[in-house]
């Protein structure tokens, strides 16, 4: 099986064409196997690049643990610069089915090749019961949002917001995302009863009202170099607690996105797209 390693502001993936390779048997156990970093290609994931009946391609993820996740905002750039760069569709926009739906992607080319490209990653999801979360909504807000709601994990007091960007995110606003934030809360969050579906946690430092610096506890994965998602729901979840504008820089241990919660509600996620090295499984 061929493959192509990728990442998103060094959050990595083994992407498989299944335009070419056949779809495997079971991508769950593959994606345990080939994700691991001392016995496989090593990454945070697999994801599949597939035929779509509504699209120009179908993207499926699934986490290093092997369960399949509803989208990523770094990979979701990355299968579109496949999808370009390899000749499958050289249409732009493009437009690739997800677990969200269809999102739409303007590339920035060079040379022939993508190296960035901007994800309308469509609207927050905020109703306690979409994301899903059981803590209480703010009922004096609109769609009644989970904004600096308290709960105590592991004997620590939180403020939280949450939010769904397609997959379920837990904010929380500290002094700075240390290694006890993310390592050892941010595992305790992940798997914690309030969120019945797991969630991803994110601990983000405000650096100023348009910039912030984040770590993020990725669901099904661990701490990843970056997560698209993630940073998405930092941008709506400062706005929603007033620490930030809609429009921020979001600093992350791979690299840099931006994000814009732009006036029709959309959230825009603009940053790099790179392919690392191409080989085959031999499994």
């Known amino acids: 099986m061929k493959f192509t390693k990728m990442h998103g502001a060094g959050n990595d993936y083994v992407y498989v064409n299944c335009f070419a390779e056949p779809i495997p048997g079971d991508p769950a156990a593959l994606a345990r196997r080939i994700s691991d970093r001392h016995c496989g290609v090593g990454g945070d994931g697999l994801i599949l690049i597939c035929p779509s009946q509504c699209a120009d391609a179908r993207m499926r993820m699934f ?17 579109a610069k496949y999808v370009y760069d390899h000749g499958l569709s050289r249409r732009t926009p493009l437009r690739i089915e997800t677990g969200r739906g269809v999102l739409t992607l303007e590339l920035e080319i060079d040379a022939g090749l993508v190296r960035r490209a901007r994800v309308d990653m469509g609207e927050p999801i905020l109703d306690p019961v979409r994301i899903p979360t059981t803590l209480p909504g703010d009922s004096a807000l609109p769609h009644h949002p989970v904004v600096d709601a308290p709960v105590k994990i592991s004997g620590k007091n939180l403020s939280v917001t949450c939010v769904s960007m397609g997959n379920p995110h837990c904010v929380a606003f500290v002094k700075e995302p240390t290694d006890y934030w993310v390592l050892h809360i941010g595992s305790k969050i992940e798997r914690d ?3 019945p579906n797991r969630t991803n946690a994110e601990f983000v430092q405000v650096l100023s009202p348009t910039e912030v610096r984040m770590r993020v506890w990725e669901r099904g994965s661990g701490e990843t170099q970056a997560c698209g998602t993630g940073a998405c729901a930092v941008c709506v979840a400062g706005a929603l607690s007033g620490r930030t504008q809609r429009k921020i820089l979001a600093h992350l241990p791979g690299g840099n996105l931006e994000l814009d919660w732009a006036e029709d509600g959309h959230v825009y996620l603009t940053g ?6 191409q080989g085959e499984w031999k499994e």
């Open 63 to 79: 986490n290093a643990d092997g369960s399949e996740a509803e989208m990523c905002g770094n990979g979701v750039r990355c299968v």
């Open 272 to 277: 790099e797209a790179v392919e690392v090295f």
């Open 193 to 195: 009863p309030h969120f």
